[in-house]
């Protein structure tokens, strides 16, 4: 489409510019000839020759076999149209460098195009890949949830049963979207804060509290649980978790008390998945900030959706 718009537009280019645009008829029989040429030129290179012989480094049999085919070209050509070799040669000659430049040109525009391809799918295959850790590493959590429950034989047990396989409901049949309403990411950290609350009896856990319009905004699913894991497999009371949305921006603020006990625990995978989850969907547009001060743990986590900084 492109290459036929571009012929048209040389040919009327020609046409507007010749003393014997007044006759198309003698136009046609004048000019038909070199066009033929010219294309013939054009397209033994673009299709065929750059690719055989100059794009594999055999620039003497490229050089070669243009010099032989310009030079019969323009011979045939300059005895047609009554014209001077060499100024023929030239003519021809022109669309010889014309078919390099684009040939390349689109070459290079392609090779572009499939590497980005290829670096999405790899980012979409890693992420994919991220998330679907998630789902195991709040399910061995819960497990132990579970099995210290069971051990006490606690009547918490089977609403304990209800709640996780409300989250993992959740994970399996809600989570295959890019993206998920940010309302439905706080009803299941909710539920998860009430499933941890069934563990104790003397701790108060509150849930998570909201300031701003969440109803519209849209987040990649699961990408605020892991802070909210941390909280509770590494933290003490009191605890606090808040959600901030303002135009274009979330901001997720955990604190909690540092647990003494349980510092060597081995882990960590939660926040790691996290901060290359971050670093591969917003480049730039997002800071994590875990802080300890006097005993306090503090994570805050901040999206910029604008594209601003």
Known sequence: ??????????FAAVYN????????????????????????VFYINYLYLIQETLAKLKVLKYLFF????????????????????WIT?????????????????????????????????????????L????????????????YALSLKQAPETPETILKISGIMRYM???????????????????????LQQLKTKTEHYAPIKVVGEIDTLQIEPLLLL????????????????????TEGHVRLTTSNKINEDILTTTGGIGLINLKRRLALLYPDRHSLKLQKNDGTFTATLAINFSNKL
Not at 17 to 40: C, H, M, T, W
Not at 89 to 94: A, P, R, Y
Not at 96 to 121: A, G, P, Y
Not at 226 to 245: C, D, M, R
């Open 1 to 10: 489409m492109l290459h036929s718009i571009a012929w048209l537009v040389y």
């Open 17 to 40: 510019g010749n003393f014997e645009k007044n006759d198309l008829n003698k136009f046609i029989v004048r000019y038909s000839p070199k066009f033929l040429f010219q294309a013939a």
């Open 66 to 85: 243009n010099c032989l085919l310009v030079f019969l070209f323009a011979l045939c050509l300059s005895g047609l149209a009554h014209q001077l070799l």
């Open 89 to 129: 040669f030239l003519n021809i000659s022109w669309f010889l460098v014309l078919s390099i430049l684009i040939r390349f040109s689109t070459d290079w525009f392609l090779h572009k195009q499939l590497e980005k391809e290829k670096e999405n799918q790899h980012l979409k295959t890693e992420l994919d890949f």
């Open 131 to 146: 998330k679907g850790q998630v789902n195991p590493h709040f399910f061995f959590n819960s497990l132990n949830n579970l």
């Open 172 to 194: 399996l049949y809600e989570t295959d979207a890019a993206r998920v309403p940010i309302k439905q990411e706080v009803d299941m950290i909710n539920t998860y804060i009430s």
């Open 226 to 245: 892991p802070l909210i894991e941390n909280v509770f497999k590494h933290g003490a009371v009191p605890i606090e978790i808040t959600l901030t949305v």
